[in-house]
């Protein structure tokens, strides 16, 4: 008898797929008819590197683009990119008459202009700014081409705002993060096609739906370990892997563990890129004094260990030293808690921020104190599925996740109850159901505080 047939076996090559997606995209860009192309990015794909090549190739095919980003940081890390990419090719960059308006770092390289006037800046091939300062640019003549980083995080009025000054425009972001902050509510709003509070790309593409769309398949940042739990929770109808295989990056340290709570979950963690340390199950204020010290040890002993990591494509390991470590939060009380218990701890140089702060930026390893711990309640602010993301997927090797026990129940005894508004397309998954995920992989990594 012949040998039953098998099914094929296909090897994903992350290069190969992300080379494939860019290409689709530049076409699209450079090629398309369509006013608007739109490019769903995962955390660590390589998004400010597309949006990079991308000003590069409209500018050496002859068409002068305006870029738009969100925040000063972004705006001065994009220019600072495509000047490295391109020391000949002239850049401006519009800013606000601010005494630290842009990164005076600016200043010394001769290709880039700085002005707080478009008119000054104008028959540049590549302008950047933030949307807040474009919305004030006025009788100037349309741009022929317009790039938008970080589009899931602007506004539709922000949109608005701007949409005058660009005939086409490529919108770069990430869909599973922190969604546009809001000042005031906007219920009055729902399920109405000019909603201000909603992303930029979803009234975009209420309005036009016949957009070409397009995901960036990998992301190079999180570590083999990772991208299968933040893909599943988070990124359901947009699936991406990791560009690393297990075994390509190590976390390892020089000093022996003592016993602690803190460095076995460390361990845990460094061997299997999630570690869970749970505190008692209590009802706590906010800056839970407990779980701030736990935090903060968690920093110290990685420190004190001597963290070595080895990652892909890198000859020499590097020692884990503090600006490679970060801490998130969901509060700003509670960043600010963390940071004195650091001091004390003689720990300075990590990164301790909010989840909307730390958005869009990388770490070796990440101590996250997790939104839900020690609270009453579950609220949809700390329900909020593109905040649980942010924290969960900035590190290349390893989470470390602070929590009080009691997670499961307390979102048991808190079922979603968001209400349905007519008009809304419904987000998911919500953040109950990525609570209720996450937590159940990282309770396998789970390590009781101890001694």
């Not at 800046?121 to 009788?139: E, F």
């Not at 809001?182 to 096609?193: C, F, I, K, R």
């Not at 361990?267 to 736990?294: I, N, Y």
Request: with cysteine.
């Amino acid at each position: 008898m012949p040998a039953p047939a098998t099914a094929p076996v296909f090897d994903f090559d992350p290069g190969a797929e992300a080379a494939r997606a860019t290409a689709a995209i530049l076409h699209d860009t450079l090629h398309g008819d369509h006013r608007g192309v739109v490019v769903d990015s995962p955390p660590g794909a390589g998004k400010s590197t597309l949006v990079v090549r991308a000003a590069l190739e409209l500018a050496a095919v002859g068409r002068p683009l305006m870029v738009v980003a969100q925040t000063n940081a972004q705006v001065d890390d994009l220019v600072l990119r495509i000047a490295a990419k391109d020391p000949e090719l002239p850049v401006g960059r519009l800013h606000s008459s601010d005494p630290d308006a842009y990164d005076k770092t600016l200043d010394a390289l001769p290709q880039v202009r700085t002005s707080t006037k478009a008119g000054d800046l104008a028959g540049l091939d590549i302008v950047v700014s933030t949307a807040a300062k474009w919305a004030h640019v006025k009788d100037v003549e349309p741009w022929g081409h317009a790039i938008v980083d970080e589009a899931y995080q602007m506004r539709s009025d922000a949109l608005l705002a701007v949409a005058g000054l660009f005939e086409r425009a490529l919108f770069v972001g990430d869909p599973g993060q922190l969604d546009p902050f809001s000042l005031v509510g906007s219920e009055q709003w729902a399920g109405l096609s000019y909603d201000p509070s909603t992303s930029a790309v979803s009234t975009l593409l209420a309005h036009n739906p016949g957009l070409p769309q397009h995901r960036l398949p990998v992301s190079w940042r999180l570590p083999a370990s990772a991208a299968p739990l933040v893909s599943d929770a988070f990124y359901p109808y947009t699936p991406f892997r990791s560009g690393t295989g297990h075994g390509d990056r190590t976390l390892s340290f020089g000093v022996a563990s003592d016993g602690s709570g803190p460095d076995r979950v460390i361990d845990e963690a460094a061997v299997s890129g999630w570690g869970l340390l749970e505190l008692p199950a209590r009802h706590t204020p906010r800056t839970d004094p407990e779980a701030v010290e736990a935090v903060a040890l968690v920093v110290r002993r990685l420190l004190d260990r001597g963290g070595i990591t080895h990652s892909e494509g890198e000859r020499d390991p590097a020692p884990l030293t503090a600006d490679r470590v970060a801490v998130g939060t969901a509060h700003r009380d509670q960043a600010a808690a963390v940071r004195t218990a650091l001091t004390a701890l003689g720990v300075t140089g990590v990164a301790v921020d909010t989840a909307n702060r730390l958005q869009g930026r990388e770490f070796d390893v990440t101590v996250v104190l997790h939104p839900l711990s020690g609270r009453p309640d579950a609220t949809a602010f700390h329900m909020e599925t593109g905040r649980l993301c942010v924290l969960a997927s900035r590190h290349r090797h390893a989470c470390v996740v602070v929590c009080r026990a009691g997670v499961t129940e307390l979102l048991d005894a808190h079922p979603s109850t968001e209400p349905v508004q007519l008009g809304v397309t419904l987000k998911f998954p919500d953040g109950w159901e990525a609570m209720h995920s996450t937590w159940a992989t990282w309770s396998e990594h789970r390590v009781a505080r101890g001694r």
